[in-house]
């Protein structure tokens, strides 16, 4: 599994989601959220820095994808709206029944799929949105593509966040790479996973029992009175 996990790694601000969107655009990996990272009109200087990278590939692939926590949810409703749109446009061919009629809708102004996209949500968001990112990801991840990943632990309780190791671990086995930006030690934690550091420049690679995320949530854990007592006496002050 060695070299086929890359974690970046730091506090916000210092570049590792910045860099992980410019890899995206260099490589043409296209996006799970709401616009592709080329469109996404938020995402102008990333692709400044995407046009001075210079990708080296031992095996170039065309699968893969390019996901930020915070465009998971629109992912999901886009899915609700395709659904919307497939069901309208069998039965213009006659192959289902018609749907609700919705002509209230032209005359506000909003296209009919987006309204009907409600009674689609509902097998999305019947689940906890943990389980639905897990489900996406095992379902979308395919043998020797290449997976971005921004903060996916973001949805993920702690016990999801061992079962994304699990579904890394077997993509990884199918030849899958992954690079993922995270603040979460337990991801972090993923066997001969390469750590990249950006909290000091230049970015440095780190063992994970070296990482301050680590050692921090270690210490917290070991006594959390300890901490609180500190934090809480500092703010009375």
């Known amino acids: ?19 992980l ?16 990272p080329e469109l996404d009109t938020t995402l102008a200087p990333q692709r400044a820095l995407a046009s001075h990278l210079r990708l080296t590939w031992s095996a170039r692939s065309s699968r893969g994808f390019f996901l930020r926590a915070e465009d998971f949810f ?5 899915q609700a ?29 909003e296209h009919p799929d987006e309204s009907a996209a409600v009674e689609f949500i509902g097998r ?11 489900d996406v990801f095992g379902q979308r991840t395919r043998s020797k ?3 971005l990943l921004d903060e996916p632990e973001a949805p ?11 579904l890394l671990a077997d993509a990884v086995d199918q030849g899958a790479q992954f690079i993922i930006a995270t603040h979460s030690p337990i ?5 001969g996973a390469k750590i990249l550091s950006f909290d000091s420049a230049p970015v440095t690679e780190v063992a994970y029992a070296d990482l301050e995320h680590v050692a921090l949530t270690r210490a917290f854990l070991n006594a959390p009175e300890l901490y609180l007592q500190r934090l809480l006496a500092k703010g009375d002050e």
């Open 81 to 109: 709206r395709d659904d919307a749109r497939i069901r309208r446009e069998r039965a213009e061919l006659g192959l289902d029944a018609p749907p609700p009629d919705r002509t209230d809708d032209w005359r506000s102004g």
């Open 124 to 134: 999305y968001d019947s689940r906890s949105h943990g389980e639905s990112f897990l």
């Open 187 to 191: 991801l972090l934690s993923f066997p």
């Open 1 to 19: 599994m060695a070299d086929r996990v890359t974690f970046f790694v730091g506090e916000n601000g210092t570049g590792k989601s910045t860099l």
């Open 145 to 147: 593509g290449l997976y």
């Open 21 to 36: 969107e410019a890899i995206a655009i260099a490589a043409g990996i296209r996006g799970l959220g709401s616009e592709h």
């Open 74 to 78: 629109g992912y999901l409703r886009r």
């Open 156 to 166: 993920l309780s702690p016990q999801r966040q061992l079962s994304l190791i699990r």
